[in-house]
């Protein structure tokens, strides 16, 4: 079994997170429930931090909240200096909710609407990423009707598909995001944007994708970028400050997953843009980074409590659970894979293999394809590793499920922050349709 951050079995047996046994959690908060150790976020927060110091350049870790937003983790997330990433009003919103500073927030998003950018402009939010010419014309106007100048990054596509474990380089590429780099379109904006009165370039953008492990697709976007942006200066005269080279930081979910540590695949950026620097002559721009999932992923553990099972013989054992594709739909989307325990018999000898399938109404609710447990009975806790980034941020209502309550653990204590969703909650938009003496 691996654990992860403060994780252990306690003298009960029992799976402890933050000093917390997660059988009581079960018990006091009900399941199913999403368990973020916090102590470990922080200290992945740190460690980024910690090597851009040791590297000297000027920094940015921005928080890319489409992991997991709430007003608690992005109140965690100023704490410990962090910027964020927002997509959304509702991401600006709940930012502004939790007092995150204005000037750390920056913009994402291929079609933000007016009312969006307008949000942006109001609360003078750090800078937005522009990503399309639709957006250059409606931040030329906003800018112009506000009287104000924004702070502006260009998203560009470099060309460089990641995956997990390799990438293909490619002319162009075909992405709903950014400007291509490579067939002018990258050119055409930025003059744009520089003619524009009102929009202050700070530089370039880019994410080559997501759950990566190889160190050579992020020194190759460096690259690209930092040449990109050398090349503007000799033509235009004009130093970009700023060179924000996104997420994608793979973590581990099972044992098939190897990452390296998180830091590492920002030590090899950073080396590769002051490679390209130096060989160009062009000044170290200020780096930015945008990680989700390697800031909150393996700070997240959601505990079910089990229900049915099946044998189905010959062929499989089912254990079902209280939840399923509506608290974590990775597995139906992706074919993600987890790993679990069962937090109230961790020590047990794993004798049994289950498929682990969720409670919704479909055969590819499955959380787990095989789950090597102890034989499982009603009312045990299985505890599944690694669902802090993207579960309850991809949470459904599917089949009317309440969505999971979230708890924050610290220092042997437990906070409720986000409470789990009643009946009440389920319907609250709903309006009777009819005879009026059906709405009454
Ligand atoms: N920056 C930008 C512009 C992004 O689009 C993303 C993720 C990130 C940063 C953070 O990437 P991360 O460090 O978390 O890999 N729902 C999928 C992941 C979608 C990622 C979308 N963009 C999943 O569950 O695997």
Redesign the pocket.
């Known amino acids: 079994m691996h654990l992860y951050g403060t994780q252990k079995v306690n003298g009960s047996g029992h799976l402890e997170i933050g000093g917390m046994d997660a059988t009581q959690l079960a018990a006091e908060y009900g399941t199913p429930l999403f368990v973020y150790d916090i102590q470990l976020f922080r200290e992945r927060a740190r460690a980024f931090q910690e090597t851009f110091k040791q590297a000297d350049v000027s920094y940015q870790v921005a928080y890319?909240s489409?992991?997991f937003s709430s007003i608690a983790i992005y109140q965690v997330a100023a704490q410990e200096g962090l910027s964020l990433?927002v997509v959304s009003s509702g991401e600006l919103y709940t930012a502004i909710q939790a007092g995150f500073p204005r000037e750390r927030i920056h913009f994402?998003g291929n079609n933000k609407s007016d009312a969006e950018l307008r949000m942006a402009f109001e609360e003078g939010i750090g800078c937005i990423v522009v990503d399309n010419f639709y957006e250059i014309q409606q931040l030329t106007k906003l800018a112009q009707e506000y009287d104000r100048t924004i702070p502006v990054l260009l998203r560009v596509t470099p060309g460089i598909e990641a995956h997990t474990h390799d990438y293909i380089t490619t002319g162009q590429e075909d992405s709903k995001f950014g400007f291509d780099l490579m067939n002018g379109q990258a050119d055409r904006a930025f003059l744009q944007m520089m003619q524009a009165d009102r929009l202050n370039v700070l530089g370039l953008h880019c994410?080559i994708g997501?759950?990566i492990f190889e160190t050579s697709a992020f020194r190759l976007a460096a690259e690209k970028l930092v040449g990109k942006m050398a090349e503007w200066h000799d033509k235009h005269g004009y130093t970009c400050s700023v060179l924000n080279l996104?997420?994608?930081?793979g973590i581990r979910y099972t044992e098939e997953d190897t990452p390296l540590e998180p830091s590492v695949y920002v030590k090899e950026m950073i080396e590769a843009v002051k490679i390209v620097a130096g060989d160009s002559n062009y000044p170290v721009p200020e780096i930015w980074i945008?990680?989700?999932?390697?800031l909150i992923g393996d700070a997240g553990t959601t505990l079910y409590t089990i229900g049915a099972t099946k044998r189905v013989p010959g062929i499989r054992n089912y254990a079902a659970v209280d939840g399923g594709m509506s608290d974590n739909i990775?597995p139906a989307l992706?074919g993600?894979k987890y790993s679990s325990v069962l937090a109230n018999r961790a020590q047990e000898t794993l004798s049994e293999t289950y498929t682990i399938a969720g409670k919704c109404c479909e055969s590819g609710d499955k959380l787990i394809e095989e789950a090597q447990l102890p034989a499982v009975t009603a009312g045990d806790i299985l505890a599944v590793f690694c669902t802090g980034?993207?579960g309850y941020s991809?949470a459904s209502n599917y089949n009317r499920l309440a969505r999971p309550a979230v708890v924050f653990v610290e220092d042997a204590r437990a906070q409720l922050v986000i409470r789990r969703e009643s009946l009440e909650d389920l319907i609250s938009h709903d309006l009777s349709y009819g005879k009026k003496e059906l709405q009454e």
């Open positions: 890319a489409k992991a990433d994402h994410h997501s759950q996104g997420g994608g930081f945008e990680p989700g999932r390697s990775r992706y993600a980034a993207y991809m």
